[in-house]
């Protein structure tokens, strides 16, 4: 059993022959208040407690560990428990803090009071305390069918994305079944993260049916918008206009049918993202850059999908409209060298041209982990594909190896057992042809 802070500070008094008066003056503490706390007729408050420290001499959280107690003395005094919380966030000792959470939500009452403390700790990235206390409310809510449960879940699927691939599908397919319990403006950017997850795995009958209903949902909330007053209450929780949503999920749809092969209906799919002018009702800058975003897309778009099916002709207009984007050049080298492969194309001049571009540099990456492990991925593919095109048309067999292996360390970087299992496969591949 823990002593008590009293219990702490008489015996530290004592032993110190330090009277009240002095052990006042020590830890700025009013002299009626410190007798009535020695008393046990006060109750210490989170300041007291860091004073008393103080004038002992010792680190500020010395006796949180007892201060829990002190907490729970009479009744749960959120006053007096919220500060404790925050503070042990900061010095994080989330010991404390999973004791505290946890004999609070014995009463579920308090769900509410925790849930909002891990919402400030979260805005204050005081990450871990947040992902604690959203931990044990859902837990604490798991046979309950509420709203505050699939915030919980949603914060803590973001906080767990990092660049290990399999370990973002995992939460992916944990956080999926509480997304439709998501205010909707909230649901639109998780279904948007979830085509993100689903898609690094190549799982693009997932990807598709996500697209179809992020553009049910957003379609409908924006086909409402302006009549219904609790929908433009909630449009500020909204990380992009609702217009966005729909857009995004035609590219998506689009990318499904680009993988799937199928490049005339993927065209079908850059016609609608590129006409958003005669439907989008906002005439705003954001409007303006979002419909100038997509169109941008639409164009490039269009292009690739006719290289891909077969009209190699339209290859220079492809690469002259993508070298006047910087930010594109990468993606677009990833499509050419698959269009090499798919076609047997000689692209030994864009290689060259666009060389600045290939080398993958992990210091030149400004982004969280989640975005850095779709930048990789992205390399990893491409690595795989010019190793394709280096042995099949260049017969060079070391530098395909090279590519190869390049290819195969970043996959291992972010687990990607598929790009993984396909640098086995071609390693394999190569050294028997090149043996023979």
Known sequence: MRRSIRDILEQYMQ????????????????????????????PVSLRQLQRITNGMGLPEDSFFKEYIDECFTSSSNLRRIRPFILRCAELERLECIEEVVGRLLEDRQYSAALFEIAEQLFK???????????????????YQHSERLALCRYRLFNLQLGEDIEENLIAATQFEPYMNRLPEMKQLEALKQLMHIFGMVHKWFKVEALAVELQQLASSLYH???????????????????????????????TVHEHYGDYNKALEFVSLYAD????????????????????????????????????LEVIEEYISHVAAH????????????????????????????????????????????Y??????????????????????????FTKALEYLLA???????INSEKNILVCFYLASSFLLIHRF
């Open 124 to 142: 204050q990235e005081r990450l871990k305390a947040a992902a604690l206390i959203y931990r044990q409310v859902a837990e604490s809510e798991r």
């Open 276 to 311: 958003s002018e005669s439907w989008i009702r906002e005439k705003d800058e954001i409007a303006e850059r979002t419909i100038s975003q997509f169109k941008e897309w639409a164009n490039i778009n269009s292009l690739l999908y006719r290289l891909m099916s077969g009209e």
């Open 15 to 42: 032993e110190e022959q330090l009277s009240i008066s002095k052990f006042s003056q020590l830890s700025a503490i009013n002299t009626g208040t410190l007798s009535r706390i020695l008393k046990g007729l006060s």
């Open 407 to 413: 290819s195969l360390e970043l996959s291992i970087k």
């Open 371 to 396: 975005q850095q492990d779709i930048i990789k991925e992205a390399h990893a593919r491409f690595y795989k594909d010019l190793a394709v095109y280096f042995f099949n048309q260049k017969q060079n």
């Open 224 to 254: 409402l918008q302006g009549e219904s007053r609790r929908l433009e209450e909630s449009l500020d929780q909204a990380a992009q206009p609702l217009y966005y949503y729909i857009l995004y999920a035609y590219l998506a749809r689009a």
């Open 326 to 369: 910087e930010d594109e050049i990468f993606i677009a080298m990833c499509h050419i060298i698959q269009v090499a492969n798919m076609h047997r194309v000689n692209i030994d001049d864009i290689l060259e041209k666009f060389s600045l571009y290939i080398p993958y540099k992990a210091e030149d990456i400004i982004a969280g982990a």
